[in-house]
Protein backbone atom coordinates (compact mmCIF):
# COMPACT_ATOMS: atom_id res chain seq x y z
CA UNK A 1 0.00 0.00 0.00
CA UNK A 2 1.15 3.75 -0.51
CA UNK A 3 2.79 5.41 1.96
CA UNK A 4 0.45 8.50 3.46
CA UNK A 5 1.85 12.22 3.19
CA UNK A 6 1.18 12.25 7.02
CA UNK A 7 -0.85 10.28 9.92
CA UNK A 8 -1.92 12.44 12.72
CA UNK A 9 -3.11 10.47 15.78
CA UNK A 10 -3.38 7.35 13.52
CA UNK A 11 -5.25 8.71 10.68
CA UNK A 12 -3.46 8.55 7.12
CA UNK A 13 -3.80 11.65 5.01
CA UNK A 14 -3.11 11.45 1.20
CA UNK A 15 -2.88 14.96 0.17
CA UNK A 16 -3.48 15.48 -3.26
CA UNK A 17 -3.98 12.20 -4.08
CA UNK A 18 -6.59 12.68 -7.28
CA UNK A 19 -4.96 15.05 -9.87
CA UNK A 20 -6.89 17.81 -11.31
CA UNK A 21 -8.14 15.34 -14.44
CA UNK A 22 -8.90 12.70 -11.71
CA UNK A 23 -10.84 15.05 -9.47
CA UNK A 24 -12.89 16.47 -12.89
CA UNK A 25 -13.75 12.53 -13.59
CA UNK A 26 -14.96 12.14 -10.37
CA UNK A 27 -16.91 14.60 -10.03
CA UNK A 28 -18.79 13.99 -13.29
CA UNK A 29 -19.46 10.29 -11.67
CA UNK A 30 -20.47 11.82 -8.63
CA UNK A 31 -23.19 13.97 -11.05
CA UNK A 32 -24.54 11.09 -12.02
CA UNK A 33 -24.89 9.27 -8.37
CA UNK A 34 -26.85 12.62 -7.70
CA UNK A 35 -29.16 12.60 -11.15
CA UNK A 36 -30.71 9.07 -9.78
CA UNK A 37 -30.77 10.06 -6.01
CA UNK A 38 -30.82 13.35 -5.38
CA UNK A 39 -29.15 15.26 -2.40
CA UNK A 40 -31.51 15.79 0.24
CA UNK A 41 -30.94 17.53 3.95
CA UNK A 42 -30.88 14.90 6.95
CA UNK A 43 -32.53 16.00 9.82
CA UNK A 44 -31.06 14.68 12.85
CA UNK A 45 -33.18 12.36 15.60
CA UNK A 46 -33.79 15.35 17.19
CA UNK A 47 -35.55 16.86 14.45
CA UNK A 48 -32.82 19.47 13.44
CA UNK A 49 -31.59 19.91 9.74
CA UNK A 50 -28.05 19.18 9.43
CA UNK A 51 -26.03 21.63 7.44
CA UNK A 52 -24.72 19.05 4.93
CA UNK A 53 -26.87 17.75 1.98
CA UNK A 54 -26.26 14.03 1.76
CA UNK A 55 -27.13 11.35 -0.86
CA UNK A 56 -25.04 7.88 -1.10
CA UNK A 57 -24.35 5.32 -3.67
CA UNK A 58 -24.20 1.23 -2.82
CA UNK A 59 -25.66 -1.40 -1.78
CA UNK A 60 -27.00 0.66 1.57
CA UNK A 61 -26.77 4.29 2.02
CA UNK A 62 -26.66 6.25 5.20
CA UNK A 63 -29.88 8.46 6.89
CA UNK A 64 -30.86 9.98 8.99
CA UNK A 65 -34.14 11.28 10.30
CA UNK A 66 -36.62 11.75 13.25
CA UNK A 67 -36.39 7.65 13.50
CA UNK A 68 -31.94 7.86 13.78
CA UNK A 69 -29.11 7.35 12.17
CA UNK A 70 -28.76 3.82 10.02
CA UNK A 71 -28.16 2.37 6.44
CA UNK A 72 -30.85 1.98 4.41
CA UNK A 73 -31.37 0.13 0.75
CA UNK A 74 -33.29 2.63 -0.62
CA UNK A 75 -33.05 6.61 -0.77
CA UNK A 76 -35.92 8.31 0.98
CA UNK A 77 -37.51 8.67 -2.17
CA UNK A 78 -38.11 5.21 -2.91
CA UNK A 79 -35.29 3.90 -5.52
CA UNK A 80 -32.00 1.91 -4.86
CA UNK A 81 -29.18 3.72 -4.15
CA UNK A 82 -26.89 3.99 -7.62
CA UNK A 83 -23.82 1.50 -8.12
CA UNK A 84 -20.97 3.47 -6.56
CA UNK A 85 -18.75 4.67 -9.69
CA UNK A 86 -15.74 3.02 -10.79
CA UNK A 87 -13.22 5.74 -10.20
CA UNK A 88 -14.56 5.31 -6.29
CA UNK A 89 -13.83 1.71 -5.71
CA UNK A 90 -10.35 2.66 -7.70
CA UNK A 91 -9.35 4.66 -4.97
CA UNK A 92 -10.81 2.13 -2.28
CA UNK A 93 -8.78 -0.40 -3.96
CA UNK A 94 -5.85 1.59 -3.89
CA UNK A 95 -5.33 2.38 -0.33
CA UNK A 96 -7.59 0.14 1.29
CA UNK A 97 -8.35 -3.72 0.06
CA UNK A 98 -8.33 -5.36 -2.98
CA UNK A 99 -10.60 -8.28 -1.37
CA UNK A 100 -13.56 -6.75 -0.80
CA UNK A 101 -15.49 -3.17 -2.42
CA UNK A 102 -17.11 -0.87 0.02
CA UNK A 103 -21.06 -1.03 0.44
CA UNK A 104 -21.71 2.37 0.98
CA UNK A 105 -20.37 5.66 -0.66
CA UNK A 106 -21.62 8.45 1.68
CA UNK A 107 -21.65 11.83 -0.33
CA UNK A 108 -21.89 15.20 1.78
CA UNK A 109 -22.27 18.23 -0.02
CA UNK A 110 -21.15 21.45 1.99
CA UNK A 111 -22.22 25.07 1.06
CA UNK A 112 -20.01 28.19 2.73
CA UNK A 113 -21.53 27.63 6.03
CA UNK A 114 -22.14 23.97 6.58
CA UNK A 115 -20.05 22.00 9.08
CA UNK A 116 -20.21 18.26 10.49
CA UNK A 117 -20.01 18.59 14.69
CA UNK A 118 -17.67 15.84 15.82
CA UNK A 119 -18.70 12.77 15.52
CA UNK A 120 -17.60 8.93 15.13
CA UNK A 121 -18.64 6.58 12.31
CA UNK A 122 -20.17 3.89 14.52
CA UNK A 123 -23.12 2.58 12.24
CA UNK A 124 -21.31 -0.26 10.40
CA UNK A 125 -21.08 -4.24 11.98
CA UNK A 126 -17.57 -4.47 11.41
CA UNK A 127 -15.31 -1.68 12.57
CA UNK A 128 -12.30 -3.75 10.87
CA UNK A 129 -12.57 -2.01 8.04
CA UNK A 130 -11.34 1.29 7.10
CA UNK A 131 -13.16 4.17 6.38
CA UNK A 132 -11.93 6.50 3.28
CA UNK A 133 -12.80 9.79 2.70
CA UNK A 134 -12.46 11.66 -0.02
CA UNK A 135 -12.44 15.50 -0.46
CA UNK A 136 -13.04 17.38 -3.65
CA UNK A 137 -13.61 21.24 -3.94
CA UNK A 138 -13.34 23.92 -1.04
CA UNK A 139 -10.79 23.42 1.67
CA UNK A 140 -12.40 22.37 5.09
CA UNK A 141 -10.82 22.09 8.04
CA UNK A 142 -11.14 18.81 9.52
CA UNK A 143 -11.18 18.32 13.15
CA UNK A 144 -9.57 14.93 14.74
CA UNK A 145 -9.91 14.06 18.67
CA UNK A 146 -9.73 11.22 20.04
CA UNK A 147 -11.54 7.34 20.30
CA UNK A 148 -13.29 8.50 23.96
CA UNK A 149 -14.77 11.28 23.66
CA UNK A 150 -13.44 14.45 24.64
CA UNK A 151 -9.75 16.18 25.40
CA UNK A 152 -7.50 17.58 22.84
CA UNK A 153 -7.89 17.60 19.23
CA UNK A 154 -6.29 18.97 15.81
CA UNK A 155 -6.73 20.59 12.83
CA UNK A 156 -5.51 19.67 9.38
CA UNK A 157 -7.25 21.48 6.20
CA UNK A 158 -8.22 19.05 3.74
CA UNK A 159 -8.01 20.27 0.12
CA UNK A 160 -9.45 18.80 -3.49
CA UNK A 161 -8.01 15.79 -4.08
CA UNK A 162 -6.95 14.71 -0.84
CA UNK A 163 -7.60 11.40 0.48
CA UNK A 164 -7.63 10.66 4.09
CA UNK A 165 -8.25 6.87 5.84
CA UNK A 166 -9.18 5.62 9.29
CA UNK A 167 -8.92 2.63 9.94
CA UNK A 168 -6.81 0.30 12.86
CA UNK A 169 -6.81 1.91 16.41
CA UNK A 170 -8.17 5.69 14.50
CA UNK A 171 -11.38 3.23 12.75
CA UNK A 172 -13.59 4.86 15.82
CA UNK A 173 -11.55 8.60 16.42
CA UNK A 174 -13.77 11.21 16.67
CA UNK A 175 -13.89 13.77 13.71
CA UNK A 176 -15.47 16.45 12.27
CA UNK A 177 -15.54 19.45 10.21
CA UNK A 178 -15.38 23.02 11.63
CA UNK A 179 -15.46 24.90 8.15
CA UNK A 180 -15.35 25.56 4.32
CA UNK A 181 -13.01 27.86 3.03
CA UNK A 182 -15.79 29.39 0.34
CA UNK A 183 -14.39 30.20 -2.84
CA UNK A 184 -10.88 28.36 -2.15
CA UNK A 185 -11.40 25.93 -5.15
CA UNK A 186 -13.05 26.55 -8.65
CA UNK A 187 -13.93 22.93 -9.04
CA UNK A 188 -17.66 22.78 -8.50
CA UNK A 189 -19.90 25.25 -10.51
CA UNK A 190 -21.53 27.42 -7.57
CA UNK A 191 -18.51 26.77 -5.37
CA UNK A 192 -18.72 24.22 -2.33
CA UNK A 193 -17.58 20.94 -1.18
CA UNK A 194 -17.89 17.37 -1.82
CA UNK A 195 -16.99 15.10 0.62
CA UNK A 196 -17.26 11.10 0.11
CA UNK A 197 -16.77 8.19 3.15
CA UNK A 198 -16.98 4.49 1.95
CA UNK A 199 -17.82 1.96 4.57
CA UNK A 200 -18.31 -1.66 4.66
CA UNK A 201 -21.41 -1.89 6.10
CA UNK A 202 -21.77 -5.32 7.18
O1 LIG B 1 -16.58 15.82 5.32
C1 LIG B 1 -15.69 15.20 5.88
O2 LIG B 1 -14.49 15.41 5.65
C2 LIG B 1 -16.04 14.16 6.92
C3 LIG B 1 -17.40 13.54 6.71
C4 LIG B 1 -17.72 12.56 7.79
O3 LIG B 1 -17.07 12.50 8.80
C5 LIG B 1 -18.86 11.65 7.65
O4 LIG B 1 -19.59 11.73 6.65
O5 LIG B 1 -19.05 10.80 8.53
FE1 LIG C 1 -17.56 10.72 9.92
Known amino acids: MEEPTLIIRGVAIYKEWLDAPAQEALL ?6 A ?8 VTPSGKPM ?3 MTSAGRYGWVSDRRGYRYERCHPDGQPWPPIPGCVLDIWHAL ?3 VRAPDCCLINHYGPGARMGLHQDRDEVDFSWPVLSVSLGDDALFRIGN ?9 VWLGSGDVVV ?5 RLIHHGVDRIRAGSSTLLQGGGRLNLTCRVVD
Open 28 to 33: AALRGV
Open 35 to 42: AQAPLVTP
Open 51 to 53: SVR
Open 96 to 98: VST
Open 147 to 155: VVRGGRTES
Open 166 to 170: MGGPA
